[in-house]
């Protein structure tokens, strides 16, 4: 028996109710599963050394000064800049201002290293120099910001992903109870991968705009020249609007099968 059209209507309207909850359902589990949004973080120090953070925060962008403040590093800014800050030192390496300029190691003849700004967008695989200061750059999520100790012309090892820096914590099995427990013996602990947990945040100390020594303009802005054009800055990811996109797709294919059915 041919089915009527009032039944092939309300069959259609259960259709358009099952898959309307079904969206509904999936899409705030999906959102919830993203988890915040990370950015890594690199600080290489004149003798070498390399101190990585993972970084997490909520929203689609965080400012790079945003981003050192939460790194638990003790980090000297001079507000006074042209650019929003800038970086005099991190812990114990730069130039204690106001009491030195914050370009103190600029001043000479010889050599200029100061505080230099790199990053790495989602996905690249290589440093670019950022011709913006830390309180105007933006970082998307999946980003590396890096401060380096030198003349601007050494950025950190390209190894230095944000995989690597905010790398998913390994799950240990944990070994059962033992019913009699002899005297424990310490063992020794495996050398930790970078910290992959936020640290505790730190304000930036901001020092008194007012200089004590003065600097020829020209010989700074030579010094800290980029060496490689920066790249133009990137808009926000749509990753996170898909699955409503998901979602409009599905309600807009069911109101394509009724026309067709009532056709």
Same mark, same amino acid.
């Given at each position: ?6 039944? !092939? ?6 259709? !358009? @109710?099952?898959?309307?909850?079904? /969206?509904?359902?999936? #899409?705030?589990? #999906?959102? /919830? ?5 990370? %950015? ?15 970084? /997490? ?17 003790? #980090? ?31 001043? *000479? ?16 695989? +290589? ?8 309180? @105007?750059? +933006? ?8 401060? %380096?100790?030198?003349? *601007? ?43 992959? /947990? ?21 010989? !700074? ?16 990811? @749509? ?25």
């Amino acid at each position: 028996m041919k089915p009527s059209l009032v039944e !092939i209507r309300a069959k259609d309207t259960l259709w !358009i @109710l099952a898959l309307a909850i079904l /969206s509904i359902a999936i #899409v705030p589990t #999906v959102v /919830s599963a993203q988890g915040p949004a990370q %950015v890594g973080l690199v600080v290489q120090f004149g003798d070498g050394r390399v101190e990585t953070r993972c970084i /997490s925060f909520e929203g689609d962008q965080i400012g790079g000064d945003a981003l050192l403040a939460q790194s638990g590093l003790e #980090v000297l800014v001079d507000p006074s800049s042209g650019m929003g800050i800038t970086v005099c030192r991190i812990e114990d390496e730069g130039c204690d201002h106001p009491a030195e300029h914050c370009f103190c190691q600029c001043m *000479g003849g010889g050599q200029c290293v100061y505080w230099n700004y790199f990053y790495r967008e989602p996905g690249a695989d +290589k440093w670019t120099y950022s011709a913006l200061g830390a309180a @105007l750059r +933006k970082a998307q999520p999946g980003a590396v910001e890096a401060w %380096v100790w030198g003349n *601007g012309k050494n950025p950190p090892e390209e190894d230095l992903t944000f995989e690597t820096i905010c790398a998913l914590p390994t799950a240990t099995a944990t070994p059962p109870a033992e019913t009699e427990t002899a005297t424990s013996v310490p063992t020794a602990s495996p050398t930790p991968l970078p910290p992959a /947990s936020t640290p505790q945040p730190t304000t930036l100390v901001v020092a008194s705009p007012e200089p004590t020594a003065t600097v020829q303009p020209e010989a !700074i802005t030579a010094a800290i020249e980029p060496t490689e054009a920066p790249a133009e800055e990137a808009d926000p990811g @749509l990753g996170d609007y898909w699955p409503f996109g998901l979602m409009v797709v599905v309600l807009l294919g069911v109101g394509v099968l009724i026309w067709v059915r009532q056709a």
